[in-house]
């Protein structure tokens, strides 16, 4: 695309769905949560055979982050977190000790449940051999992985088969998040609504519903989620619209044309994939 019209427009709640353990499917030990969901904190919140103890620093608030694996539960920090097919439900313990709890930190408690979200199950907490605390969700331990770095990363997901992310169905879908402009290099650009800046790709066809950014160019120019708006007062070059990708992740589109991320972007105002190959522009905002 060549800054061409742009059309087509749509919002769409991102799942909240938690995967399978062991099978990645939204059905098995997380398809059931016992006890159903809670928005409170781990403060007080056990499931059965964890701790009960009251934790004596502040509960810190749990986000959700859009990723290649869809939209999925997170640190405060907005680090994706896991569960681990071979941990047991309910038995207050877990099995990733030693080199595994180095690749896979424990989620350290108290927390709270995201604002307006309701969980697969209640948080509760197991103690660990060492005294720490470690948050549980619907008697499962909750893990982050030491190889994802940033919010959106979901490098963990089916590790060995056994680690899973835990993903957010559309039943509990959370608002749409305004899109912003930021000042670059490049000139007054589209971002999202943390200020990155946003592009499109050449190589894709307008309205054509898919992506010709999958695979290892995905994990570079990673899908911008839906559900997004238009950033207030700002007149955009087309209308919104969503496509679905092959791994059931829902797509923002401005013009038909999907739009992407860059990892190589690390803050608010960077714009270093303009240009790369010829194929990746960014989306200039008119004064």
């Not at 742009?6 to 909240?16: E, P, T």
């Amino acid at each position: 695309m060549r800054n061409s019209g742009w059309a087509g427009a749509a919002l769409i709640a991102v799942a909240l769905a938690v995967t399978a353990c062991g099978t990645g499917s939204a059905g098995g030990a997380y398809g059931t949560p016992a006890g159903g969901s809670t928005t409170g904190s781990t403060t007080g919140a056990s499931t059965t055979g964890t701790s009960q103890a009251t934790p004596a620093s502040p509960s810190t608030a749990l986000k959700t982050e859009t990723t290649r694996a869809g939209t999925v539960l997170a640190s405060s920090s907005g680090l994706t977190l896991y569960y681990y097919a071979e941990d047991k439900p309910n038995r207050g313990a877990s099995a990733c000790t030693g080199a595994c709890a180095t690749a896979w930190p424990p989620l350290a408690a108290p927390v709270t449940a995201p604002a307006g979200v309701h969980l697969p199950g209640p948080l509760g907490l197991i103690t660990r051999p060492g005294g720490a605390r470690q948050v549980t969700i619907n008697g499962f331990p909750v893990y982050r992985y030491a190889g994802d770095k940033s919010p959106g990363q979901a490098a963990g997901n089916g590790v060995e088969g056994s680690w899973h992310v835990i993903k957010i169905r559309a039943s509990t879908a959370t608002h749409a998040k305004a899109l912003t402009v930021t000042h670059t290099r490049a000139g007054t650009v589209l971002a999202t609504s943390r200020g990155r800046t946003l592009y499109y790709y050449a190589e894709d066809k307008p309205n054509r519903g898919a992506s010709a950014c999958t695979g290892a160019c995905a994990t570079a120019w990673p899908p911008l989620a839906a559900p997004v708006k238009a950033p207030a007062g700002v007149h955009l070059p087309g209308k919104l619209g969503v496509i679905t990708r092959p791994n059931g992740l829902k797509q923002v589109t401005l013009n038909g044309f999907p739009l992407y991320l860059y990892v190589g972007d690390k803050s608010p105002g960077q714009a270093a994939g303009n240009g790369i190959g010829g194929s990746w522009h960014v989306i200039k905002i008119k004064a």
